[in-house]
């Protein structure tokens, strides 16, 4: 096999929207600033009890659905998401339960915002080996649960919600035509949910 070839997509929101009206009642801001710095009207924030493994498994579960594809012949889940239900299991063994993809192994990688297209990389290498068939890849976020909503740099920006693209083996009709994937390890940048050392033992 030479690739994966993208069969289907999925996804899903929240039905509760916030506005940036709602957030200017909270922080040193307004509509107009807002869009006019980044275009966002509004956000989906997750309801009670709705966490990222709920999200992904039902952005999960359109794109089985408008492929009209099995859950038991899905051979890999990887979920991109800086927001895991927990630490340990990954979030992608969470959605290969209640997706019912008893065949499938799963991981989770964490490379914020570039996440989904690292996925789709990392997903498609295992493909093109030859020894996976399908695969689906998830990115998903419950920035809400860890936002902090007094910190102006970055409440306009995060909301709530999942994609899922669905992959087969196909050597003709790989979704990566060429590629060239970058990191820039600098900690200064936008940060969510920094885990801090210890300072005395």
């Not at 999200?55 to 895991?84: G, H």
């Amino acid at each position: 096999s030479d690739g994966g070839k993208l069969i289907a997509a999925g996804h899903y929101v929240p039905a509760r929207v916030g506005d940036n009206n709602q957030l200017a009642t909270i922080l040193d801001t307004n509509d107009p600033w807002i869009q006019s710095h980044t275009g966002i009207k509004t956000r989906h924030f997750s309801l009670a009890g709705e966490n990222t493994s709920d999200l992904a498994t039902k952005a999960a579960q359109q794109a089985l659905d408008n492929a009209k594809y099995a859950a038991e012949d899905i051979d890999l889940i990887i979920v991109s998401t800086i927001t895991p239900d927990a630490q340990t299991p990954a979030t992608a063994a969470i959605v290969q339960k209640k997706l019912g993809a008893v065949n499938a192994w799963g991981y989770d990688i964490s490379t914020a915002c570039a996440g989904f297209v690292f996925a789709l990389s990392t997903a498609e290498k295992f493909l093109k080996s030859g020894t996976y068939k399908s695969a689906l890849v998830i990115s998903a976020e419950v920035n809400t649960k860890m936002m902090d909503f007094t910190d102006r740099t970055t409440a306009v920006f995060f909301g709530d919600g999942a994609g899922a693209a669905l992959l087969v083996a196909d050597g003709d009709n790989s979704v990566i035509r060429a590629e060239k994937l970058q990191t820039m390890g600098d900690a200064e940048t936008i940060h969510s949910g920094r885990v801090m050392p210890i300072t005395e033992i």
